[in-house]
């Protein structure tokens, strides 16, 4: 949702601080080469140059974060499309959504991807964490063993409990149902439909309808640039280049002994002491391990690239969410449609660079809900975001009038697809095949969850402000029309992971996933000295947007790659419907 677009690339509270970067002088040698800069590289880069005596090389392919969009929580919409900020990768058409191929921005540039997010402070459920536990290898990864961590990272402006932290890296600002009418109905009318209420769906009950809370802090977002590398920076061990694409793996005799990557026009060489640690994310993480001779057999000769390790797993298990905007007319004019104009967005824009404050400090997502499609799902499976402003999430094609909308979407798919190389070429974008809605399960997840979302507008507490239904329209009744509907109009929702999934087997006869890719802490099964630090490395999706989940396993995985036995297991207790066997709601 972009509410001001400001022509200026510099933010003055910024400058200077990353001067250093600039004119440092490589060596050949460091402790620990982390490849990306983003959700996860960046926190690694901190964490490892606490210890004094240890060097770390942190390469980016893009640029500084120093672009106004970025640090503006209202522009989220421009970063991703500016191929300066951003990856402008696309889909495979999709045979499952009348051809359409979707538009996969990545983030380019420091910070990655929690540069250019819509800054959703969201954790999953704890039953995600658990599912996890359950495969062999994993049994680390459960909830009791990740909630430490959240709380580790985090800086809530409502402070610390049991569940929450308060005086982390990453400023947490909880959303003020206040600002806009709306909001308040939104969540009243999950009441009025018979769902529960929930004071913080990152704390004990995950379900319900209520606030939503965004990665941002003083009015500005909080990327793990600002979060975690900012303040590492002034470290003599830390060494952090720009503009450094990482080409391909250097391996000795089965261990990752360094990388060749290109700056400034030259080809570079530089060797890793400890460890190579790969954090460019799930596109570009599996792509370099099979630019490298690690991954499928039969594909990396096809391209006659000479394979270093058989890994059939690397680049499948894709998997994504998914979601629809559901949007009405406003019969008030209450939205923020009232604020498109020049004018206006040059004065929020202005109150935003004095103050900090206003319209230009939000992401606008302050309401949303989890519920469960049916009974017999024991925690949710859909996600909503509410928006005061009927629009679609990249800023493009908004209505012509005062209108209001969910986004709505299963939050476990079913459908799995898979990444590979197109060519040899680095620069090359590799061939993204998701697969969407490839399941009757997802097909019938969404049907539900458009049909439960109109019943939640339908409620009392929407009759002042509910005009038509503007998408996907009052026309679209029966079964057939909504699966058409939902293939014509369902976006992703940037979450694509698990590309690298962890796990024992590298060589599982699951057609899906192809076997796992890393263990249990991140270490590349087959390749010593090669660690793999991203969401490409879960073994399937969580329950909500993803950027806060990888923060918290590039803190635990920290933890592990210095020796640091992690913190007691949380005995926190999590909120289960007391009859989620026998009612939905």
């Not at 790969?278 to 000479?306: H, V, Y």
Request: net charge neutral; hydrophobic share 35%.
């Amino acid at each position: 949702m972009a509410l001001a677009r400001i022509r200026v690339v510099w933010c003055p509270w910024e400058s200077g601080r990353m001067d250093r970067e600039a004119t440092m002088k490589t060596r050949p040698e460091y402790d620990y080469v982390i490849v990306g800069a983003g959700s996860a590289g960046c926190v690694l880069a901190n964490r490892l140059t606490e210890d004094p005596g240890v060097s770390v090389l942190l390469l980016e392919a893009g640029g500084r974060d120093r672009s106004l969009y970025i640090h503006m929580p209202t522009a989220l919409a421009y970063p991703m499309h500016d191929p300066r900020l951003a990856w402008q990768y696309w889909t495979e058409p999709q045979a499952h959504m009348d051809g359409r191929r979707l538009f996969w921005p990545r983030g380019r540039v420091l910070g990655g991807s929690s540069s250019i997010n819509g800054m959703c402070h969201v954790r999953g459920h704890a039953r995600d964490y658990d599912r996890w536990a359950q495969s062999p290898g994993l049994e680390h990864w459960a909830y009791a063993h990740c909630l430490p961590y959240f709380r580790k990272l985090e800086r809530r402006d409502k402070g610390a409990d049991a569940w929450r932290g308060g005086d982390g890296p990453v400023g947490v600002t909880t959303g003020r149902p206040d600002r806009n009418p709306l909001y308040r109905a939104w969540i009243e009318a999950g009441r009025q439909a018979g769902y529960p209420l929930t004071d913080d769906m990152n704390g004990f009950q995950q379900e319900g309808f209520g606030d939503m809370q965004m990665t941002v802090a003083g009015g500005r977002r909080q990327s793990t640039a600002v979060a975690y590398l900012r303040p590492a920076l002034k470290r003599p061990g830390l060494t952090v280049l720009t503009g450094a694409l990482a080409l391909r793996l250097i391996v000795e005799n089965g261990i990752a002994v360094g990388l060749d990557y290109a700056r400034d026009g030259e080809v570079r060489s530089v060797r890793a002491e400890r460890e190579v640690i790969l954090s460019s994310g799930p596109i570009n993480t599996p792509q370099l391990l099979m630019l490298s001779g690690i991954g499928p057999a039969d594909d990396l000769r096809g391209l006659k690239i000479p394979v270093v390790n058989d890994l059939p797993g690397v680049g499948g298990n894709l998997q994504d969410h998914l979601e629809v905007y559901l949007q009405y007319a406003c019969t008030q004019p209450v939205t923020l449609y009232k604020v498109m104009n020049p004018l206006a967005k040059l004065a929020i824009g202005v109150r935003w660079m004095v103050s900090g404050t206003g319209l230009g400090a939000t992401n606008h997502f302050e309401a949303g809900g989890f519920i469960r499609s049916r009974a017999g799902v024991e925690h949710p499976d859909i996600q909503y975001h509410f928006l005061p402003m009927a629009v679609r999430y990249d800023g493009g094609n908004p209505s012509d009038r005062h209108g209001f909308q969910a986004h709505v979407g299963p939050m476990r798919p079913t459908s799995r697809g898979r990444l590979a190389l197109r060519s040899t070429d680095p620069k090359d974008a590799p061939i993204l095949q998701p697969n969407y809605l490839s399941t009757d399960d997802d097909v019938r997840d969404f049907r539900e969850a458009l049909t439960l979302t109109r019943e939640v507008f339908a409620q009392a507490a929407f009759d002042p402000y509910r005009g038509p239904e503007l998408l996907p329209g009052p026309q679209v009744q029966t079964d057939a029309q909504i699966d058409a509907a939902i293939r014509e109009h369902a976006e992703t929702a940037y979450h694509p992971s698990c590309t690298c999934k962890m796990g024992s087997d590298p060589f599982s006869a699951d057609p899906g996933s192809g076997g796992a890719v890393v263990d249990g802490y991140g270490r590349v099964h087959g390749i010593e000295g090669l660690r793999v630090v991203d969401s490409s490395i879960m073994p399937d999706i969580v329950s909500a947007n993803l950027n806060i989940p990888t923060i918290m396993m590039a803190e635990k995985l920290a933890d592990a790659i210095r020796g640091r036995p992690p913190p007691p297991p949380s005995d926190a207790p999590v909120w289960i419907h007391p009859h989620w066997q026998t009612q939905q709601r």
